[in-house]
């Protein structure tokens, strides 16, 4: 079955097509909306955003039809190198020889591509890492290399036979380790002069633009081999020039019976674009472009977050405006040439669609795409997996939201089911940090996060706890995570995940426990509404039910409904759920010293708890006895009865709205 992208229709129908000139299907040409002068155009989003979704579907959408590319800059095969493989490679070679051989192979109504100017630079520097007598590396890096700029057996041999006489000459040099210049200016003239045809000849002589090259495409190779052995600002400039042989010879793909022949411009597709990678095969596209070198190839890259230093003048757009018209042009900044295009949320439209897909028999309850919208916060991942979740189950009408949390998700038919919380946070956490989030979750706030991690987490390498909570500020920063002034962990989320996973991840809770119970003892009678909110987590309820009732009348009303509020936020992964029955006055009898305001304190809060859980489903009577119960305390209250009258209308409206509420009797 292939998978939606709902809520994406914006790139995947509307922009991609008017800049490739091609729909998602279909050969029929779309008008360009840019037709000489093209934008990058940067998709940015957090974690689980669907940005990966979108690029991969572009390549699916586009493969076999126009010359398409993609690669992820996070890849083990672009990390940094020992300093000396890195003296002839660097990630950004590889990456282009990448891109270069998925763009190679011929389209429909057109051939394979050639990228000569590609191939002589490429090769050029990964002669600074040949020697004498490596024939195999040699040879084995070379044919790669060559095959860039023809594809073919005929090729294949020729090159073979070429790095042959190569490897012969390096043999017949003096005696000794021959100079890096000399292997150089040995390699690029014998491979101008040797193997090149007249044809690919022509085409490296767009070498002899380079910097200090006069004119000579042997000089302009020779320099940009030995500027990127030197590194630092040499390197960056050698990597310029490579990446501009790239879309020179896509380029002249399109010139000449190539412009008649190929329907749709040339599509790269760069994933995590904040790599340093990403950054080193963008900008110089900017750069050159802003210098008014054109070029055909439709660059679209996604990048994790919203703010990056490189993007600080870019056009900015939000996903539901580009699905018509792009709106760009070029300002006088470099930057200007990137349009940001921010990832918005799923609308809960968008959920629904989801299980419909899943759920064909239409099994769910009615509620479920409302309360998993609530949870993940329209997040695509967490959309997408629990829809998953509940369509591969055979009896779906029994999930909620927080159910759905523990159930299994199939991936790939060669594979078992994991419980979609764990998929979830192995795709949002790095594994490296995710024991240290997992525990530091429940934290309010920074001085409550490091008295935790002073007592619950190990010293690492002599590192206390402040280091730890630091390094997850970091972490939550870097990553764009939300932030939240009253949560340590500001995306309600990953939150959610985080706890699940603390009250999960170890048989009988005892972690969970020990947490709780040290933070309900940091906040103490220093902070009670804190206190209590993790003494209702431990599933202690009386102490929270009589504060409540003893401040009732004397406190300030909005005071009071904020900490009925924050007390009510404490997480329930408790097996059964009675919060609705104690809500609706089902259990318990009257007690204290007030038993009738006892009574209605306790209905309030344990409704407040239920409708206002994430990992719930709202039950339509007790959203009528909060605001009934609201009603009534209003009349108890001499100062506040107008703040807990509006309180009893507006809260079941939010409630009924998916929305927060809010402590001036509303939802925000």
């Not at 000139?21 to 940067?42: A, M, T």
């Not at 190198?81 to 890195?86: F, G, I, K, Q």
């Not at 051989?101 to 394979?112: I, M, S, T, Y």
């Not at 050159?288 to 890259?301: F, Q, S, T």
Request: hydrophobic letters at 40%.
């Amino acid at each position: 079955m292939d998978r939606e992208l709902f809520g994406r229709e914006a790139v995947l129908d509307g922009l991609a097509p008017r800049l490739v000139g091609l729909p998602p299907r279909g050969f029929q040409k779309v008008p360009y909306e840019h037709r000489d002068d093209l934008p990058v155009v940067v998709l940015t989003g957090g974690r689980g955003m669907g940005k990966t979704a979108v690029l991969k579907r572009l390549h699916t959408a586009y493969r076999s039809r126009t010359p398409v590319a993609l690669i992820d800059c996070e890849r083990e095969q672009f990390r940094e190198r020992s300093p000396e493989a890195s003296l002839a490679w660097s990630p950004v070679t590889e990456a282009l020889t990448e891109l270069g051989e998925q763009l190679a192979p011929a389209v429909h109504g057109a051939g394979a591509v050639e990228f000569p100017r590609l191939s002589a630079g490429l090769l050029a520097v990964a002669s600074l890492g040949w020697r004498p007598h490596d024939d195999e590396n040699i040879l084995a890096e070379g044919l790669r290399l060559g095959l860039l700029a023809e594809p073919g057996s005929r090729w294949r041999g020729q090159t073979r036979t070429w790095l042959s006489k190569v490897v012969a000459k390096f043999a017949g040099m003096a005696s000794g380790m021959p100079g890096l210049d000399v292997v150089v200016e040995t390699t690029v003239e014998s491979l101008l002069d040797d193997l090149f045809g007249r044809g690919q000849r022509a085409s490296a002589q767009w070498y002899g633009d380079y910097p200090g090259a006069g004119g000579q495409a042997k000089r302009g190779l020779t320099l940009l081999a030995l500027h990127f052995r030197r590194g630092s600002e040499h390197r960056v400039r050698a990597e310029r020039h490579l990446v501009g042989a790239l879309r020179a010879d896509l380029e002249a793909a399109y010139h000449g019976m190539g412009r008649l022949r190929r329907v749709g411009r040339p599509v790269v597709l760069i994933d995590n674009g904040q790599a340093p990678l990403g950054r080193r095969l963008v900008e110089p596209v900017l750069r050159d472009r802003a210098d008014g070198k054109r070029d055909p190839v439709v660059l679209i890259a996604a990048l994790r977050g919203h703010d990056h230093p490189a993007l600080r003048h870019a056009v900015r757009r939000s996903l539901p405006e580009v699905r018509h018209d792009l709106g760009w042009e070029r300002g006088r900044e470099v930057a200007s040439g990137a349009v940001a295009v921010e990832l918005t949320p799923l609308d809960p439209e968008h959920v629904r669609r989801f299980l419909d897909r899943t759920d064909p028999r239409q099994l769910t309850r009615a509620q479920l795409a409302r309360g998993v919208h609530r949870l993940t916060g329209g997040r695509p991942v967490g959309v997408d997996l629990l829809a998953r979740a509940a369509g591969q189950d055979e009896h779906p009408e029994r999930f909620t939201p927080g159910s759905l949390l523990g159930a299994l998700v199939v991936l790939r038919e060669d594979t078992e089911g994991r419980p979609v919380a764990d998929e979830l946070l192995g795709r949002l956490v790095p594994a490296s940090r995710l024991d240290w989030l997992t525990v530091l979750a429940p934290a309010h706030d920074v001085r409550s996060a490091e008295a935790l991690a002073a007592s619950r987490l190990p010293r690492e390498e002599g590192r206390a706890g402040l280091a730890a909570v630091r390094d997850a500020r970091t972490l939550l920063a870097d990553e764009h995570w939300a932030s939240d002034p009253q949560r340590f962990v500001g995306d309600p989320f990953l939150r959610t995940l985080l706890l699940h996973r603390l009250r999960y991840g170890d048989p009988g809770a005892s972690r969970w426990r020990a947490v709780h119970q040290m933070l309900r003892d940091h906040f103490g009678d220093a902070d009670v509404p804190r206190r209590l909110h993790h003494e209702l987590a431990l599933g202690d309820t009386e102490g929270a039910v009589t504060y409540l009732r003893e401040t009732f009348a004397t406190a300030d009303a909005r005071v009071w409904l904020d900490e009925l509020r924050l007390i009510a936020r404490a997480p329930h992964f408790e097996e059964t759920d009675a919060r609705a029955a104690v809500a609706l006055g089902r259990t318990g009898a009257p007690t204290g010293a007030d038993p009738v305001l006892h009574a209605r304190v306790r209905r309030l809060l344990f409704a407040v708890w239920h409708l206002t859980d994430p990992l719930a489903l709202p039950d339509d009577e007790v959203t009528e006895k909060m605001g009934y119960e609201l009603g009534l305390l209003s009349e108890l209250h001499s100062s506040g009865n107008e703040v807990l009258w509006q309180a009893s209308r507006s809260w079941p409206r939010a409630v009924r709205d998916w929305r927060p509420l809010d402590s001036t009797g509303g939802g925000s």
